[in-house]
């Protein structure tokens, strides 16, 4: 495992994400044995950075990592979580949540702790210091319930700007989302070297996209393996990020067995890209953008306050694929299994899922032509 300098501490460079758990079918229900078989392998391969949150598994996810680390000493692991600002629900609960999730996780304290997903449409609420978010944080770090205070972020940069103007003196580190097709399309370039103006390091998330360059058209992958025969996709994803120098962490949310020991495997070495592999897989990046396909990472923040609870994710993804296509009718032999009042044209247009995308898909927009392009 590669080891990167964070203060006086040693973190893996690869850390684990929990947002995307292994489970016996629901997003809310984790795999205890298959998460069990993950964590020893990720403890005994050399992952000492653990990251969950309040809403990961529809909150479960807290609970089950508190469960796999309590049988390794405090010692041996970081922890992250985060409070969740991003509703406004939470913001007079700070301490409430913050006690709840110390209990959860089954420690007195967390290595790492972040503002949760900061971005254009909750920064208001995180800059009103009346609802004390920001005072009670702090003085957690000051009790040392808190080691080391961050935040995560999908905002513009405007709204990056904004936070770190007000709350950047008291900020250690910053997780953005970045791989190289988000270098251009939500411009991480630039958000790089804000974040990295201000002297906070960067921890990376969605570094594959939730999946989605995991895995890579032939013609694309063929220009890629011209410098690297058979190197994988995935693997040029994590070289990409081995190569900003800015980057101390990338946390992956990987969902089985086999990811995680790819991935671990990927980082037991530093391989870079070279000046003509990064020219090369960034002209790739632009024109994946061209095809205009909608840009989901899988979160599922919109399938938690979906009142029918579709499965946005897996419409979107199927929608891309149609549109990469070149359009017709959208068919799937899933569908056939699948009740009518969980399928795109049950959607009701209420806009909840959009309020809390932080990708700003107009998710009403998608469902509505999907629906629409249906084979009847």
């Known amino acids: 495992m590669i080891y990167n300098d964070f203060k006086e501490l040693k973190l893996s460079a690869l850390g684990l994400g929990c947002m995307r758990l292994p489970t016996t079918g629901k997003y809310a229900n984790i795999d205890i044995q298959a998460t069990k078989q993950m964590v020893a392998y990720a403890m005994e391969h050399g992952i000492n950075y653990y990251d969950t949150a309040w809403g990961y598994h529809d909150g479960n996810s807290e609970l089950v990592m508190g469960e796999m680390l309590a049988d390794y000493p405090r010692q041996s692991f970081y922890l992250a979580s985060k409070f969740p600002g991003y509703s406004k629900e939470n913001l007079t609960r700070v301490e409430e949540i913050f006690q709840r999730q110390l209990e959860k996780c089954r420690v007195d304290y967390f290595d790492f702790y972040l ?6 449409g909750n920064i208001d609420g995180y800059l009103d210091r009346s609802y004390g978010v920001y005072d009670y944080l702090v003085a957690q770090k000051q009790a040392g319930r808190i080691r080391h205070l961050g935040f995560s972020t999908h905002g513009s940069l405007t709204t990056i700007k904004r936070f770190l103007d007000a709350y950047g003196k008291d900020m250690e580190f910053c997780q953005l989302q970045i791989n190289w097709l988000d270098w251009e399309l939500q411009q991480a370039k630039e958000k790089v070297e804000l974040v990295s103006s201000y002297g906070i390091p960067v921890w990376v998330m969605e570094p594959v996209r939730g999946g989605t360059l995991a895995t890579m058209r032939e013609d694309y992958l063929a220009r890629m393996q011209s410098y690297r025969p058979g190197v994988p996709a995935v693997e040029w994803a994590f070289r990409f990020l081995q190569s900003l120098p800015q ?7 990987m969902s089985n067995f086999d990811q995680l020991k790819q991935n671990i495997d990927i980082y037991s070495q ?8 990064m020219t090369t897989i960034l002209a790739i990046a632009s024109e994946i953008i061209q095809k205009e396909t909608l840009h989901c990472t899988s979160c ?15 419409f979107i993804k199927l929608f891309n694929e149609h549109k990469y296509g070149g359009g017709g009718f959208i068919t799937n032999p899933a569908f056939a299994k699948m009740p009518a009042d969980k399928l795109p044209p049950a959607c009701i247009g209420c806009q909840a899922c959009e309020a809390v995308c932080p990708q700003e898909i107009k998710v009403s927009q998608m469902m509505k032509a999907f629906a629409g392009r249906m084979k009847k």
């Open 115 to 120: 503002f949760h997903s900061v971005s254009d």
């Open 247 to 253: 980057v101390t962490m990338t946390l992956s949310g």
């Open 270 to 277: 530093n391989k870079p890209l070279t000046a003509d592999e």
């Open 300 to 314: 599922r923040y919109c399938t938690s306050q979906c009142p029918l609870e579709l499965d946005i994710p897996r």
